[in-house]
């Protein structure tokens, strides 16, 4: 165990609705990183939040975006869901920008 | 070219054997490199994190990073049939985001 949290674990929605994902970092960490993981893929970057502020983004569409809370917690949301959004969300927290990223449990979305 | 690349797999080996999983990459401003073991419908588990050219052994893992090659491998000793998962190749640039390949599946059979 990681001690990163995510809620739900599970999630079925359709085509064209919103969905927002939640992560809880591991006590002391204060960057979370978001990761989308397609079946049989690596986990590609979506983005980095570091004490409350976006610190890089992969090459996702506006539609994903995030934020990080005083306590260092952090939402995905992402709007007009499409079925390519079916995957594995992976939250990942560290202690420093630079430190190792350790994993949450994931979130697995179903977009019909 | 893929940024990360990792043979897909499966690698089978036989039980007690020595598992030897291999990653590339591209840009040569990584600086960490990491391995991440996924069993299936589950999240990656961090095992080593190597960031100097040589050998880091941990248990019956050993990180091997060649800079000049471009090149990161792990070995498992003493494979276990537990130790059957995906395993993700990982490198970051100092403060950057992780970049993984999609993984090496591995087979340990009884």
């Known amino acids: 165990e990681t001690g990163v949290t995510q809620s739900p674990t599970h999630l079925i929605k359709t085509r064209g609705q919103q969905v927002t994902l939640r992560c809880s970092s591991q006590s002391g960490h204060n960057t979370v990183s978001w990761y989308q993981q397609a079946l049989g893929q690596g986990p590609q970057f979506i983005f980095q939040?570091?004490?409350?502020?976006?610190?890089g983004r992969g090459n996702f569409p506006p539609r994903f975006s995030g934020l990080q809370f005083p306590n260092y917690s952090s939402e995905l949301n992402v709007n007009a869901l499409e079925l390519d959004d079916s995957a594995l969300y992976l939250c990942a927290s560290s202690f420093q920008l630079s430190e190792t990223q350790y994993f949450g449990p994931g979130t697995r979305l179903l977009v019909l | 070219q893929k940024e990360v690349e990792q043979n897909s797999g499966p690698l089978s080996v036989p039980e007690g054997a020595i598992a030897s999983l291999n990653c590339t990459y591209s840009?040569?401003?990584?600086?960490?490199f990491f391995w991440y073991r996924q069993y299936s419908g589950k999240s990656p588990e961090l095992i080593m994190f190597?960031?100097?050219?040589g050998d880091k052994e941990d248990g019956r893992f050993t990180a091997q990073l060649n800079k000049a090659s471009q090149y990161v491998s792990l070995l498992i000793r003493d494979s276990q049939p537990s130790d059957s998962a995906t395993y993700l190749c990982a490198v970051k640039r100092n403060t950057d985001k992780l970049i993984f390949g999609t993984g090496t599946r591995l087979q340990v059979f009884p």
């Open positions: 840009d040569r401003g990584s600086q960490s």
């Open positions: 190597i960031y100097s050219n």
């Open positions: 939040y570091y004490r409350e502020e976006e610190n």
